[in-house]
């Protein structure tokens, strides 16, 4: 073979194609310059790119596609937990190895795929990290959750609380939203009855704006801190005055003050007109630690690079990354941002411990 | 009339010989999709294009099968061949007391009240997470052995040995559509499609028989959808997403409702296609909806149909001529 | 006032306010449906289409977004026209299966057209409105939340007085019910056709470009707005535009209420739960189409 | 009888559904003022010349004019704002609208106020209707429907009527009513060209008549020697 | 002995308008009941109500003494009790046999294909049984209407309208099919506009005004009733209508 080929399962169209799209993007960017300096074993790298459509069986056919009949030595993607959980049972079949820097359900690696790696905190884990500094950062003692009701949402009301309470925080009130949801009233009526002094938020960007928008409609003006969007340019745009004053509890941020990030950011800004987001960052991450396998698999079998995913320590955007023995990534840095004048700023970080 | 159980018989073998031939092991992969889309499509063709109601719950019938499947196998390790026929008879039973309630209702009613059933069973299959874990899905799912006396045990986890499990299945359950539609009682589906007061008033149920297609249908797509379940190895609440009931819609009607080979073969084109558009990238789902529209308007009673009339009658004739 | 009624008149008017959007969504629905018998599952993506292009215009050519509302009405109604004379016209004397898969694929279309077009981001209309929320003791509103529910009111009284009252309107119905002798009457079919989607689609857009004021759009936005419309649209009846209002609302009601005082997960619940009891028991919905 | 105005005229009509000629050559003419039936067997074509007439079917070959402009190939939109109505076979109401509203519509082409009178006149020869204003037209007995037809068909105040089998499914009573309800809009100046299966009933209210036989016109000339005629006495009077 | 269908007081309301207001009828096997009437004075109503489309909101039918007014319509079709539309229904896309053969089909008969042939022959449809019903003419599709119901085995057959819209010869063609499944002993309801037809074979006439039922007994007693030629027949043109 020629190039060495790496598989993208990535929505591109469907409800998160915002997002997919600006992973692909960023991959794209950056296998160019990689491609630049040389590639990968001497070889350029190639990128096979199919649309999962954020949907399972999509998802599965496109993986099949890049496995089967793309022969990629590895798997990156598959954004939604659920397509993420689908495409692992290919990865598995077929003994490719797959990273994800997205989806975050804590189950995908408990299950013991030994072909499946995640490049990113779970939701508990980020808990855990941020949890006992909330009461304190926000100057708020009764929090109230309202999340997507989704394996991500449920999981962040399950494992936050006793974090929070171990801050001296108190949980007053646990609320839902569906993907489908257009408006929230209900739900923050119920939020605001509940008197909280802040408000744990679970959402991507689309609800996240209308979420933010609607609190404050509702004359609720305590801080909002959540996981998502919350720090992204596109939400920070739409949402308008609602964004302000918003916290993101994110594994990524455009602000943070690192020369390696700086060039990101910058090469990014220029090339595609926007500030990265985190799913930007996630591109970044899993695409580096796949090629790094590459290299010290110094081979393109599978079989290899999985063993060579195992052993990673990989410095990047985020700090340093290593897997444990399920294939959870830990070691790297997470970010508390607060949106003032537009600009997510950094205001506190932690590290993700190993589990 | 000659011709036809050769030609039956041909078509049989050159299926059974798709994965001798197609070594690409994608391409065998979208085989047996098709093949499990056409044990589901039959069954959407029986209430669809025998009786003449449009079912937008099948795609939920589907995936009722394949989380049945699945749920036997994670929590009571029952294996894929109990859990299938488990899981036809589970959701059968279910569109019979379904049924009973919704047949009463007809045209756009019954449309509408089977894709809000649809919604209905989403919302259980990911809010009753202690069952179902919800959005997570259900992983793990295998395919189990295959025992044939006097042969013995087979794996048949590989693509090109599962393919020979769904090629049965679905001949199975082309036989028995065939041997349905062709009896009595298929006989009175078409009374009821074509005039429903007046099959009444001539003594036949329209209730009665809306159900047995409803109830039959509702079974063969939970069994379709419990080897997908198995072969995938996953199930999610996405299973219930209206795009499945659409592409089997798409393969009913553009395949020729109301005969059997036509969705049959509509069931694998429409599983090719949309994935040979992949090359069209951001253009496949137009590319895709535009050949669904022109389709529609220009070929009403599907493309398969027209063909098959076209095509076979001209050879006939010129045979028979030859003959006389 | 207390705070436990506080919190419930809070509740009850975010019902009457999602019920009026509800209802402003249900109309163009009901009208295509009632009158000429097509479930248009594409509604959705006239709706989606309104709100981006208002958003557009505001936004990008700065337009007044009073000036706006209507324009974008026009574009999407000139669409609509388009399809119907390329697509529709040829359905006329189609099964109801055909002309719900051609509407299936053309909501496939728009949407995938659309994402194309526009990029999957979602977008918000900006409006002139204040967003410093109004409240009245304790219960908070916004004045585009107003602004909607006047909208609507006006669009329904419109509506309804359009088809139950005017000649146009019943030249429509009768069309739809009998095409050869509304021929023999003088009615101008292939007009009546091309009005009654237009003004379908009309309805759908002018909702899209109200409600992008506070629910973003996107490309995919449609899907859910069809299945809302469709709920609706059963639990009020028909081709009733004052079914659509009281349905809209009632459902709208039935969520804030439900999701209120029940957990929340199956708050979508109860309007289907509603739908399959209207259908057992009022099986022409709420109000008949008379 | 003095000469009168040519008011319709079909010259060598020729028409097919799909391979079947069902108008082979028809030709035949109508004068203003005149009431002309047009009899025939099941199946002989009669529906359809009207059909034709009123622009819903297109004539293959042939001519149609009438008050000597040509007409055939108009839409039936066109056609009736010319001043020709037509009150179909199986009457083709609708059953969603109230009588009322059948009524209203029957008047569409207008733009005059007179409407509200020429309903009551419609009421008055029907007193039925009247009592049924607002029942919707789908739940009528099947003669009131038939009623219903009649009455809009002449709501549009039309110089030629067309009427395809007006008296089917009425009772005696008012197969009566309906002759003299016919006969009664030839004397108030319009014109009739009347397809009816109760031949006595044509042929005594009509001045002229045509037989159509598979598709083609095979005998003409007054009512009153039709009647005498034995061939036609024997095959659609009964004897 | 019980008659073999017999309806009791039926009264049926829709909304404000009294369609019924209790009407008795009774036919025996070989018997031809006539019931004629105005414009909506509720005779295909009488036909719902016996068929089990529309449920009476008073009185009863009863078939072999058994009461049927509860069941459902193809139940009764089943028992027997079949009957034809005023608006001519029939299988339009399915060739004739098929259609004639739901009938048979329903009582679960071993070879519906060759009853359907035997009830075309019987309305004299069989040379055309190679056609689709909505090839068929007018006139041959209410022929058609009947061969569907005989299929059934009616043991009553009730027509609404036979013969509307047919010629003088056509309508011959009907009264003899008549008088032969009279001779087969079948009981036969008729609703009929065309009095030639309705005078020649009925053993009995029942007429209905505005729901109730104003005269009963043979045809030429019912012909010179008052009042039947006042609300029905028209007093000086009677002679005409039946003479025709
Ligand atoms: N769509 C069609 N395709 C083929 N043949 C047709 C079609 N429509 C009508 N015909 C045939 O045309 C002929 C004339 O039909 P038409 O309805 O004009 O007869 P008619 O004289 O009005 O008879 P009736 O007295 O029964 O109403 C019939 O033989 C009929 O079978
Ligand atoms: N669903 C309904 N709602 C209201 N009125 C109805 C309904 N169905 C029938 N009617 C009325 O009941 C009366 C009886 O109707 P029916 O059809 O039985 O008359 P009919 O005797 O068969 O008349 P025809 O000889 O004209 O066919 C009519 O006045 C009719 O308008
Ligand atoms: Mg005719
Ligand atoms: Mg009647």
Known sequence: QETVRIGVVQPMTGPVAYDGNIYVNTVKMLVDDLNAKGGVLGKKIELVIEDGACNPAQSVNAAEKLVVRDKVVGLLGAFCSTSTAAVMEVAKKHKVPLITGISTAAQLTEQGNPYFFRAVATTPMLGNAFGPVLPKALNAKRFAFLTLNDDWGRSMQASYPKAIESGGGQIVANEFFQQSDLQFLSQITKVKAANPDAIVLAANTQQAVALSKQIRELGVTVPLVGEGAWSSDSYIKLAGPAAEGVYGLVEYVYTIKSPINEAFVKEFQAKLKENPSKFAGAAHNVLHIMVDAIGRAGTTDPEKIRAALEKTDYNGLVGNIKFDAKHQAYGQTVYLSLVKNGVPDVVETAKIAKP | MRGLPVAAALIVVALCAVPLVVHDEYFLHLFIVSGVFVIAVLGLDLIVGYVGQLSLAHAAFFAMGAYTSALLFVRLKWSMWAGLPAAALLVGLIALVLGSVILRTRGHRFIIITVVFAELMKLVATNWVDMTRGFMGLPGLAVPPLWIPGIGTIDITAKSHFYYVVLFAAIVAFLLCRALVRSSVGHKFVLVRENEPLAESLGISAFRYSMIAFVVGAALAAAAGSLYAHYVGFVSPDLFNFSYVTIMLIMVILGGKGTLVGPALGAVIFTFLPELLREASHWRMIVFATILIVATLFMPKGIIFPLITHLVPRNWRLRNARAA | ?290 | MHRRLRMLSLANVTLHRGRTRVLDDVSLVVDEGELVALIGANGAGKTTVLRTISGILKPSTGTITFRGKPIQGADPGAIVRLGIAHCPEERKIWPDMSVQEHLELGAFIRNDGDVDADMERIFETFPVLKERREQLAGTLSGGQQQMLAIGRALMSRPSLVLFDEPSLGLAPIMVETIGTMIAGIRDRGATVLLVEQNASLALRLADRAYVLETGRITLTGPAQAMIENPEVHRAYLGG | MPALLEGRGIAVRFGGVAALKGVDLSVDPGEVLSVIGPNGAGKTTLFNVITGRVRPTQGSVLYRAQPIDKLAPFRIAQLGVVRTFQKTEVFGALPLVEGVAAGALARNDPDPAERAREALATVGLYGKAHLTAAQLSYGDQRLLEIAQALAADPKVLLLDEPASGMNHQESRRIVDLIVQLRARGLAVILVEHNMHVVMTISDRVIVINYGEKIADGKPDHVRNDARVIEAYLGAPQAAHAVAR
């Not at chain 3, 609509?80 to 279309?109: C, D, K, N, Y």
């Not at chain 3, 003791?137 to 329904?156: D, K, N, R, S």
Request: glycine residues 12%; positive net charge; hydrophobic residues 60%.
């Open chain 3, 1 to 290: 006032m207390s705070a436990t009624i506080t919190i419930l008149a809070q509740h009850l008017l975010n019902g009457v306010l999602i019920g009026c959007a509800y209802a402003l969504i249900a109309m163009g629905l009901t009208m295509i449906f009632g009158v000429m018998n097509i479930a248009n599952f594409a509604h959705g993506e006239f709706y989606m289409l309104g709100g981006f292009v208002a958003f557009y215009l505001v936004s990008l050519m700065g337009l007044d977004y009073f000036a706006a509302l209507p324009l974008a009405v026009a574009i999407v109604v000139a669409l609509a026209i388009v399809l119907q004379h390329s697509i529709f016209r040829r359905l006329r004397e189609a099964p109801m299966m055909t002309t719900t898969l051609v509407t299936i694929g053309l909501s496939i279309l728009l949407e995938n057209a659309a994402l194309l077009l526009w990029g999957p981001q979602p977008q918000s209309i900006p409006t002139p409105f204040p967003t410093k929320p109004l409240s009245f003791f304790g219960v908070y509103t916004t004045p585009l939340y107003l602004f909607c529910m006047a909208v609507t009111a006006a669009l329904i009284v419109v509506g309804h007085v359009l088809i139950r009252r005017t000649r146009m309107g019943k030249a429509m119905r009768a069309t739809f019910q009998n095409k050869e002798s509304a021929a023999l009457v003088g009615i101008r079919i292939d007009r009546i056709y091309a009005y009654a989607f237009a003004f379908g689609a009309a309805l759908a857009a002018a909702a899209g470009a109200v409600l992008g004021g506070f629910i973003p759009v996107e490309p995919a936005t449609g899907g859910i707005i069809t299945l809302k419309a469709f709920v609706v649209v059963i639990l009020g009846g028909m081709g009733s535009f004052v079914g659509a209002i009281v349905g809209g609302l009632l459902l709208g009601l039935a969520e804030a209420l439900g999701a209120g005082y029940m957990p929340t997960g199956w708050k979508d619940a109860i309007g289907f739960f509603a739908v399959i009891l209207v259908l057992l028991f009022r099986p022409e919905g709420l109000f008949k189409r008379v």
